[in-house]
């Protein structure tokens, strides 16, 4: 079924769930198991990221350096096929700009749309190590919005895929500024995106008034909160480096207090993902999409506490 359907047809706000492919090794029996502790709470779909590849150098014999891709994780399309089967559910694979030529993209379509696959989340995907800025591929996509179209020029008004797309409350770190960020965003929906994920905030007033602004762009499809809950110490600045997002001085502070003791950082963090979400749920938003990063447990307090 079609994420749109879902969000239409719901009559009250679900969770969904977003995970990361697992590193390759894994078989596919601990891959459905590590998903089994959401089950608990129905969730209409799961997402599943997609990863570029990665490439390394290897010195041969002779001195010279030769280029090797190196690809860690399971497929994005592969861990779809699992899920589809294990548990008969909807699947959102994300689809990136980056490393993909017009045809890699296509190609990619064609298989998720033998598979029955009707959603996709569209992306750009970040610049990789070594580029100081995100570089298409030769005969590939710069924007998100680029893909969306190619996705809608493949479909030859079929309708086959529903699209998601990514916002951002805090300005996607490249924008000039949060107008003409927005504006971009405005620009993926009218090529066809169907709905936006934000990305994660900490704030929800952050949330609040980037909804504002864009009804007031005349964004008018549904826009998801995407919460993740802090685990650990170090993320107090991780997360700011690589997502470009702010963390409250409250949230700073009390985990800061909890210093060393990991699982009272553990607990700061649920408990206040609990509060963002149940404060979301009570200003009516139609979904909340949770960034698992392969960790199940504080994700499923959360939804046990919330839905
Ligand atoms: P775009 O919408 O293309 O925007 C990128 C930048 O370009 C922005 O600054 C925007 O303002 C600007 N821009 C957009 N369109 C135009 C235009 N037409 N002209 C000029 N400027 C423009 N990354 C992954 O690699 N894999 C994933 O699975 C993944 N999942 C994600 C899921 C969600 C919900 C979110 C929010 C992000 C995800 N990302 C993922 C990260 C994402 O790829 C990065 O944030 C990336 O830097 C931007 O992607 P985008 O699709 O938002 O890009």
New binding site residues.
Partial sequence: MKIKDILHEAHRPFPSIEIVPPLKGISRAELVESVRPFMEFSPRYINV????DEYEYRQEADGSLTRHIVRNKVSEVAVCTALMSAYKIDVVP?V?C?GNTAADVENKLSDLRFLGVENI??????SVAGERR?VPCEGGYR???ELVEAVRRFEQSRDLFCIG????PEK?F??PNIE??IE??R??VDAGADYI???MFFDNSVYYRFVDRCRAAGITVPVIP?LKPITSSRQISLLPQAFSIDIPVELTSELNAAGEDHEAVYRIGTDWCIAQCRDLLAHGVPAV?FYTMGKAGNVVRILRECF
């Fill in positions: 990221t997609c990863h570029r994300h990136i980056g989340m569209a992306l750009r995907g970040d995100f924007y998100a919005g797309v990514g916002g951002y996607h490249e924008a003409t960020d971009n965003l620009r993926k994920i934000t990305q995407g999409h």
